[in-house]
């Protein structure tokens, strides 16, 4: 009998380390997290709709795929946070990066505010991968931060910037963010690239200064912010001087491939989130091809390198996108690709025309027709005129009420193009909506199913064998 009981825990033992190898060789040593802010199904679909219209054709199928949307494995994340339905980046993001739920402002903590949650950034950094978080927008946003920070308000942006500088990990790229950082603009005057230089980051602070790295090194990238410094400008506003997230996502494969151990790479498109909130349909579309285009390097370097995860999701959904509105049966995406500039640059044209007291009716149709609104009928003009007069008021609560919060002549264009396009934004905030993740290479199958946000996190952390407990 004893003879029986020693060969049966033979048996287990071997099949235990047979498991334990298997699983092993089968951890993903390169992952890609992908996070389009706001980004739910209506925004992959229309970025979608748009890759298959051409200007002045309508999309009549789907046969050219974006390349998120190509992955093998489809599922659905809940995005509900511990304050609403209605959930912020900081909250989910800290959900996708820890597995638990947390309110919303909150990054990386417990919804005490005070317990520090484990990441799966740090557990993947102590097995050895090299970490690097990239966004279009400041590194220390919301979405970003909840991948190396712990901290009770989102909005401590100066103290999310030190706790930057004093994370491990290897490459960290955003689009402006300098306040931050610079001691002239911190109120505590610290400088913080001076710390971050002490810590052996290289700085880069310009396309050719990131371009220009060497493989191996540690480093922070505030790349030339939009007029805000909030953000890289949207696609569609940017210049030679600009890098596109695939151009980011190419040269940090390259700085952080010489890792024999492989490394995690979270890339946010945190603006496509911001075009939601302002209803801005053109800049959502082009955001969301850029970020589509990092995902195709990704899938490029998969090519070469199988032992290669990508997941692909949305932190919550932004702006109830629908796709047709009233009771006709279409929508035309292909008129987005006349708008030339963003809501932003309009604002600032605006702030300009009105400085010089050159805001003109003729002056504010120009700009309609620089946007991308050509051919003005008298209805689209009658109602640029109201917007005009609204925003002379300056009364913030009637703004408010009537506009979101959004400066009133940008938000009449870009209400007459979503017009013209026959699609309707349900709000300038996020919503309850789930979101789609699609997921490709070792493990990928995990991911699929109705799930929720903190088990993306979970399984990952099972994929990846990053150890991490609940
Ligand atoms: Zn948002």
Known sequence: MFRKLRLSLFVLMVLLVTAFAYAQGNAPKHIFMFIGDGMGVAQRQIAELQINSKPGVTATSQKVRLNMNSLKILGMNTTYDSSSIVPDSASTATSLASGYKTLSGVIGM????VTKVPLISEFLKQKGLSVGIISDVKIVHATPAAFYAHIDSRNKYDEIASQLIHSDFDLFVGGGGDKHFNPARREDGKDLYAEAASKGFALAR?????????????????????????????????TGADLNLDEIVSKSIDLLSGNPKGFFMVVEGGKIDWACHANDTGAAIVNMLDLDKAIGVALAFKEKNPDTLIIVTGDH????????????????????YSQKIS??????????????????EEA???????FGLASLTEAEKTAIVKSIADEQTGDKDLIKTLYGGYRPVSMVFKRLFNTRANLYWTSYSHTGIPVMLTAEGPGADRFAGYIDNTDVCRILNTVAQAEMKW
């Open 206 to 238: 310009t396309r050719d200064e990131f371009l220009s790295l060497k493989k191996g090194t540690k480093v922070l990238a505030n790349l030339p912010g939009d007029v805000y410094d909030e953000a890289l400008p949207y696609v569609m506003d940017r």
């Open 317 to 336: 959904e932004c702006g109830g996108l629908g796709l047709s509105m009233g009771n006709t049966y279409r929508v035309n995406p292909e008129l987005f």
């Open 343 to 360: 809501h932003e640059v309009v604002d600032e044209t605006i702030k300009t025309l009105a400085g010089k007291k050159e805001l003109t």
């Open 364 to 370: 504010v149709f120009r700009l309609a027709e620089e």
């Open 110 to 113: 417990k919804e005490d505010k």
